[in-house]
């Protein structure tokens, strides 16, 4: 056995990261967690509720607690022991950036670990607007899934996000689990039609959004008295 036998560190398994304002979770989130899971091989999957105050469209009312989304978070993901949910973007208080969650994830995880942000293809078509977006690249893989009403993605994509795409695109999602950082695989996804928005909207006129997301939740949003007109 060669020298190098000894030395090579071994393989350490991925970690998932969905940052997200899960307000409220629902099983589009759940789904692409649970599919990357297994696409990718991840150890975990960490659900990051995104911190406070974080920006709707305009015209909405604005968001419910971190104290709430993360409960809601807690209830979603119950008993799978692949799933956790991680607080500190709304320790951290003030605007949310992956940049600052990443760094903050690499200091606990250590340099070696490979890191696959996990988002909707509507998410990653926005990458060139996000915090310091180039450097993610150097901290994170991105795991990209499907979102229906985002299938022309590709299409809006260009400039210098078309040309990282070029350049950084893998068909084999298992070949990145030998290197932390710097590439974006696509994660297959069952498509499903569910949005935070959507579900708000139902709930504000009395419409039931069962089915969409776990009883767990929705029994916490009615005990609380979430997402009815004018509540927060
Ligand atoms: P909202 O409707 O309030 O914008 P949302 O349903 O998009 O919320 P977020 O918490 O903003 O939920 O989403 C977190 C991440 O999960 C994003 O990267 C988003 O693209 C992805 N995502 C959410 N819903 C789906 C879905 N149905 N299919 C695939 N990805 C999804």
Known sequence: MSEAAFTRSPVLKPIGVLGGTFDPIHYGHLRLAQQAAEQLTL???RFIPAGEPYHRAPGLASGTSGAHRTE?????IGNNNLFRVDTRDLERGGATYTFDTLVGLRSELGNQVPIFVLLGA???ALLETWHRWRELFDLCHFGVAQRPGAELWRERVGGELAETLRVRERADAQQLSATPA??????T??????????IREQLSRGASPRYLLPDAVLEY????ELYLEGSR
């Open 43 to 45: 150890q975990e999957v």
């Open 182 to 187: 710097g590439n974006v695989v696509t994660i």
């Open 72 to 76: 809601m978070v807690r209830r979603a």
């Open 221 to 224: 949003i009615v005990a609380n």
């Open 122 to 124: 509507d998410a990653f």
């Open 189 to 198: 996804m069952t498509p499903l039609e569910i949005s935070a928005t959507a």
